[in-house]
């Protein structure tokens, strides 16, 4: 992991990029952020050390990789500026952006002509190491370069390769997943608080129970159903808490979210900037 790193947009993904590239052992020496706003700039220079700049095309010169982590409205004016970094390092500069819904030949037809492009769907457990990043390589891109990719990456989570047409689909599973799952362990945690736990009891008790179930999960080489017969007891309490998620449409909602998250994606290209 000796290449330097520029990540563009210093916000919630780009902060977790830096913490798990920080936590694998990246010298902060080799890091750089660019970030628009002062106020957090000086957060992230105060809790990680690293160098944070507002100017692009100084940031993104003479390093071999550039994170893109803005939001999607603010690609467009972040290209232009790239484009312009002197890029006369011994190995060819590659782009990686994190940017959801944003194809990559949108970036190639902004940038030099033949720039590689690496298109990436990450998700926020990154920031503690437990990532799932999809990689979708652009048409410039040579293996070698996914490669660097893949292998900066794997240091801050797992990394799958897909093709690009795959990552709508990806981004309502694993990059908005964390989101469903923090709803699901805040309702349990008010479910319990209305059962007469505490608030501090509850929250105990969800969180130890979604991270060991996560870690069996990953780690048991069994599948989810088996995992849930194994909970279910006949006739038991879990059968009765079951019954009442199915009545109530737990699979459907689930359908319903993450269809309406993969057309979210899609469409992200095309929609009218949104302001914050
Ligand atoms: N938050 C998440 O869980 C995930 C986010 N993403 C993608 O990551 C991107 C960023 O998302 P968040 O971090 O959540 O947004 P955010 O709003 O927390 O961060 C974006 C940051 O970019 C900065 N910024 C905007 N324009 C800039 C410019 N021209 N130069 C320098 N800095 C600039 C903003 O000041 C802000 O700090 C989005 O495109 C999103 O689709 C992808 C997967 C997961
Ligand atoms: O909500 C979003 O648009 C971003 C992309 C995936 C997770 N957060």
């Known amino acids: 992991m000796s290449e330097r790193v520029a990540i563009i947009g210093g916000g919630k993904i780009g902060e977790a ?124 891109a040579n293996d070698a370069q996914v490669d660097v990719a893949v292998r900066l990456l794997e240091s801050v989570g797992k990394v799958m390769v897909v093709p690009e047409r795959s990552l709508d689909a990806v981004t309502a599973i694993s990059g908005s997943g964390p989101a469903y799952f923090f709803l699901m362990v805040e309702a349990m945690i008010d479910a319990g608080v209305a059962l007469g736990l505490t608030r501090q009891q509850s929250a105990e008790l969800a969180v130890q129970t979604v991270k060991g179930s996560g870690v069996l999960l990953a780690e048991s080489g069994l599948t989810a159903v088996d995992l849930r017969a194994a909970v279910t007891s006949p006739g038991g309490t879990t059968a009765a808490a079951l019954r009442e998620f199915e009545k109530h449409g737990l699979r459907h909602a689930v359908n319903e979210a993450t269809a309406a998250c993969a057309k979210t994606s899609a469409q992200m290209a095309r929609r009218p900037e949104i302001e914050g």
Do not use: H, W
Not at 78 to 92: G, I, T, Y
Not at 104 to 132: C, F, H, K, Q
């Open 17 to 140: 990029l830096l913490a798990g590239l920080i936590n694998a052992g990246k010298p902060v020496k080799d890091l750089v952020v660019v970030e628009r706003s002062s106020a957090r700039s000086a957060e992230l220079i105060e809790d990680y050390g690293v160098r944070v700049t507002s100017d692009i095309a100084d940031a993104a010169s003479g390093v071999q990789v550039v994170f893109i982590a803005v939001k999607p409205d603010a690609v467009d004016a972040v290209l232009p500026l790239l484009a312009k970094a002197d890029d006369s390092s011994e190995d060819e500069r590659i782009t990686i952006t994190l940017v959801a819904g944003i194809p990559t030949d949108r970036y190639e037809a902004s940038l030099p002509a033949g720039s590689p492009v690496i298109r990436v769907m990450p998700n926020t457990p990154m920031l503690v190491n437990e990532a799932m990043c999809a990689v979708s390589p652009g048409r410039y």
